[in-house]
């Protein structure tokens, strides 16, 4: 039976670390990756599979891609499986709400989240009056349409209901599959993350070296505690039913 290529691919979720983790990928000496995100199976489909598989010019080793829209986008799941029913899939969890805001920020930042905000208005009666991390997560919940709940920029609080996305990837891949690692035992001690990682994809352990993830930047606005609470009890129905899909709680994210 003919190898299908990738063997591997980095899904998620956005701000949780992915970036970090395809460079240890990338820095292994048995393991090829663009490095890069390419979208495939969410933006380019269309480019076909001859396109995808010319990123992949390394067949003597383990390959494979980061890119995050794989996770929340989930019309992806199904092409994925089509294109390799075996394929092994790696998540990153971090806590939803840092996430949320780390996402926020970052688009603020890059001048995008004025443009998606523009974008939105423009096709949802104005519905965003501002761009505030509280006043966005508040247009967030007003929003009644899950269409609407997907679009940029409301998307940023969608990424963080992992169970849900979690739980259509498993109507199409094993648990074996999929291998989840939680951000914040990754952000603070790799090495064991790592271990869970080669053991995963049957490679050797990986060199050691110091952690590839840094924080670049610290954002000089916080968001106040009434919203960083507000915004955790939302999360929080979620956050249980995702305790209790993998099968233990996640005590990082009660110590933040």
């Known amino acids: 039976m003919e190898r299908q290529i ?24 048995e393991i090829h990756t663009p490095g890069f995100e390419i979208n495939y199976f969410s933006h380019f489909y269309s480019n076909g ?13 383990i390959q494979g891609e980061k890119s995050t829209s794989y996770l929340y986008e989930t019309e992806c799941h199904k092409r994925i499986f ?22 926020w920020a970052m688009r603020y930042t890059q001048g995008r989240l004025l443009k998606q905000t523009h974008l939105f208005n423009k096709h949802n009666l104005n519905i965003i009056e501002n761009i505030g991390f509280s006043h966005l997560f508040n247009a967030y919940l007003n ?5 609407v709940r997907h679009q940029e920029p409301l998307d940023i609080f969608e990424r963080g209901l992992y169970i849900e996305h979690l739980t259509h990837l498993r109507r199409f891949f094993s648990a074996g599959q999929i291998l989840i690692l939680i951000s914040e035992r990754y952000f603070k001690n790799p090495e064991p993350e790592l271990k869970k ?18 924080r670049k930047s610290e954002y000089y606005a916080k968001p106040d ?7 955790r009890q939302f999360y929080k129905p979620y956050n249980e039913k995702l305790f209790r899909f993998l099968g233990f709680e996640i005590d990082e994210w009660s110590q933040l």
Not at 197 to 214: E, G, I
């Open 197 to 214: 990682l080669s053991s995963f994809l049957n490679v050797s352990d990986f060199p050691s070296a110091p952690p590839a993830w840094k």
């Open 82 to 103: 089509s294109h390799n029913p075996s394929i092994k899939l790696i998540v990153l969890l971090r806590e939803p709400v840092k996430r949320a805001f780390s996402n």
């Open 143 to 147: 929003s009644e349409s899950d269409v």
């Open 225 to 231: 505690e009434a919203t960083i609470q507000s915004i």
């Open 49 to 61: 599979p001859e396109w995808y598989h010319s990123l992949f010019n390394c067949p003597e080793k």
């Open 6 to 29: 990738p063997d591997f691919l980095v899904i998620g979720a956005a701000k949780s670390g992915t970036t970090s983790l395809i460079s240890d990928l990338k820095n292994h000496p």
